[in-house]
């Protein structure tokens, strides 16, 4: 954005009936310069962490590209060397069943990565739907449908998740992230409809509504840009929750088989390698989950912006 | 709120917790009728396979198993007012029973595990906002978000594999070594891995939430006219400051027993840990109907009782809070 902004001055501080009828309301005096301004001392500053959204890159890039990187079946089993600690031939050595943990990381990375993407695109989609209607919404509506969130909040979700798993059968990637999104929105959709309701009377979006804009238009051009700011850490957030559970259920044997390779599956049978002490099983693939973990909280945090609190009085 | 309207509220709080346990009961029995899966396997095994049909027809007839939803849910209601929930499929034995033989274990790791959690975050945060933005505060603030970042599935089995597969220090399952069930001290060997899990993984959480609202408090003018008053640091954060975060801390312990009920659910499992948490991933492996649905219940009953005991908390600290306008519910992140 440019330093110098038009400069306009206010000609009055309310609209007369003369400028309704469509006199001229502001006059353009000439360019701003905006350099020896103060900058506002208050508010939330977003300082982005470069060195999370470095390594979340190169995870990523590694595991887009797994086909060059380890060309080849991740789940081949090389069932004369199974359990090998690492060596120059499998790097991060092998698994129970004989398969390249260095194969696995990057093609199990692309699964646990795909899941918590689709699964928060569709909590997301949910909770701005659910959260705009409940917002501008009557009264009633709107305390129903926030009734429902606080249910469903105070259920734990390990156990709706399980459920829902239950009657969906076999889980696979898609099915996962179906759970795992349609368990996730009313955090989110609690605070879209918040924003919402403090928007819903203001003059453009009445202005909007009076002009014929319908319900998708209002939501996309007036209220998004509006509470896009205030989800985006925990739409982060939601991914990386994501991540975290579906490790946690293909760990307990309730999300993803053992075939489908994910970081979280990788796991499911570390129980076996803990007899053993076939400790890279259980750290490798821990430590790139919780690696991508960390990163994405330092990038969400870092998106919530930092408060200045000034200065402390004890 | 005056004396009056004791009684009224306390009617009304009733009223509600009743409304959602019956809620809540229909849609766990809803639910775990609904989901696919045999439970007469998990009543009889291999065996099931190779029942003729009407083996099966007179089985299902004799559990009760084919009946219409409604019925069912009508009978197992009639059942469980009078205390009688039905047989485990799986144990054979009364389902009352087998919980009670598990329900101390969990007690036994949850209790202190929960308070531990929470007076430890507060000495935590406490320290934090103390030594604000000093080394020690910057150093268990990294430490601490990432700690908060690991499962705690994977915080088990690093601990196991450290302290139990390579050094050989501690047990990595159960509740006791066989042999030795009323041996205290080896009981809690037992339980120290479990408890650390819990702990370390949601003691940031807490102890964050704890620095943050300090550091809000000790910047409050009141601050600055016990400093000119003569108090020393020490006094203040601790006399004033504290009591000021205090009550929304201790809603907030409330609030959060279904996070913490939840974390508990899968240490157990992954210690084998003979507890509530063990049964219910058993019983849902196993379509265990019975045991299931009176441990989502009771894990139901449980939640949203602290749920309304951290309103009740909150509407006495501020009475603007009105009940609907909801709390806030922790979720995983810092």
């Keep these: ?314 | 709120m005056t004396r009056k309207n004791w009684i009224p509220y306390l009617i009304k709080k009733l009223a509600i917790f009743l409304a959602s346990v019956l809620a809540l009961s229909v849609i766990v029995f809803a639910v775990s009728r609904l989901s696919p899966g045999d439970p007469l396997v998990s009543y009889y095994g291999e065996r099931t396979e190779k029942m003729s049909p009407a083996e099966r027809r007179q089985t299902m007839e004799r559990l009760g198993l084919n009946a219409p939803l409604t019925t069912q849910y009508v009978r197992w209601l009639e059942g469980a007012l009078r205390g009688e929930f039905g047989i485990s499929y799986k144990y054979k034995q009364d389902v009352l029973d087998v919980i009670a033989a598990r329900i101390g274990n969990t007690l036994l790791l949850g209790l202190p595990g929960f308070l531990l959690t929470f007076v430890l975050a507060l000495l935590l945060g406490i320290l934090c906002a103390w030594r604000e933005e000093s080394w020690l505060d910057k150093i268990i603030s990294k430490a601490g978000t990432v700690l908060s970042c690991v499962p705690e599935f994977w915080l088990s089995l690093v601990l196991i594999l450290f302290f139990s597969v390579i050094w050989r220090l501690l047990p990595s399952s159960g509740a006791y070594t066989i042999g030795k069930e009323n041996d205290i001290g080896d009981r809690l060997r037992h339980l120290i891995l479990p408890m650390a899990v819990m702990i370390l993984s949601h003691l940031w959480y807490y102890a964050y939430m704890i620095r943050n609202k300090l550091l809000e408090e000790i910047r409050a003018d009141y601050v600055l006219l016990a400093k000119s008053k003569g108090l020393s640091r020490g006094q203040i954060l601790f006399r004033h400051c504290l009591r000021g975060i205090l009550p929304s801390y201790i809603s907030l312990m409330a609030i959060s027993v279904p996070h913490i009920l939840g974390g508990t659910y899968i240490i157990e499992t992954v210690f084998s840990y003979p507890g509530i948490g063990t049964l219910s991933y058993e019983s849902a492996r196993w379509k265990d109907y019975n045991m299931l649905m009176v441990l989502c219940m009771l894990t139901g009953v449980v939640i949203i009782f602290a749920n309304m005991l951290g309103q009740i908390i909150n509407e006495r600290i501020d009475p603007r809070i009105r009940a609907s306008e909801g709390l806030e519910v922790p979720t995983n992140e810092p």
């Excluded at chain 1, 400069?7 to 400028?19: F, G, N, Y």
């Excluded at chain 1, 701003?32 to 301004?37: C, Y």
């Excluded at chain 1, 939330?44 to 380890?70: D, E, F, M, T």
């Excluded at chain 1, 429902?148 to 992230?177: D, H, M, R």
Aim: with cysteine; glycine share 8%; net charge positive.
């Design chain 1, 1 to 314: 954005m440019s330093h110098e902004a038009l400069h306009v001055q206010h000609l009055h501080p309310m609209p007369t009936e003369a400028q309704l009828a469509g006199e001229l309301r502001f006059k353009v005096v000439g360019r701003l310069d905006t350099h020896d301004m103060p900058r506002p001392v208050s508010g939330r500053k977003v300082r982005l962490p470069w060195v999370s959204i470095a390594v979340l890159a190169i995870i990523a890039l590694g595991c887009l590209l797994a086909n060059i990187i380890a060309p080849g079946d991740a789940s081949y089993m090389d069932l004369a060397s199974p359990a090998k600690a690492p060596c120059a031939q499998y790097p991060f050595g092998t698994d129970m069943m004989g398969r390249s943990i260095f194969a696995m990381i990057w093609h199990g990375g692309r699964v646990s990565l795909l899941i918590g993407v689709l699964a928060t695109a569709l909590s997301t989609v949910i909770a701005v739907v659910y959260g705009t209607v409940s917002g501008a919404g009557p009264v009633w509506l709107d305390t129903l449908m926030m009734r429902v969130t606080e249910i469903f909040l105070s259920v734990p979700s390990l156990l709706i998740v399980i459920f829902l798993q239950a009657i969906l059968g076999p889980a696979n990637v898609v099915s996962i992230s179906v759970v795992l999104g349609v368990t996730s929105w009313p955090t989110i959709a609690k605070v879209v409809r918040t924003e919402v309701r403090q928007l819903r009377q203001s003059e453009y979006v009445v202005a909007s509504r009076c002009m014929g804009g319908g319900f998708m238009h209002v939501l996309i051009h007036h209220f998004a840009p509006n509470f896009l700011s205030s989800i985006m850490f925990m739409v982060v957030m939601n991914v990386r929750g994501a991540i975290a559970s579906e490790s946690t259920l293909s760990f307990m044997g309730l999300g993803l088989p053992l075939e489908i390779i994910s970081w979280g599956s990788m796991l499911s049978n570390a129980d076996r390698a803990l007899l053993t002490g076939a400790w890279w099983i259980i750290l490798i693939p821990g430590l790139f989950l919780v690696v991508t973990l960390v990163c994405m909280t330092n990038i969400g945090n870092a998106l919530r912006g930092e408060v200045n609190r000034g200065e402390r009085n004890l």
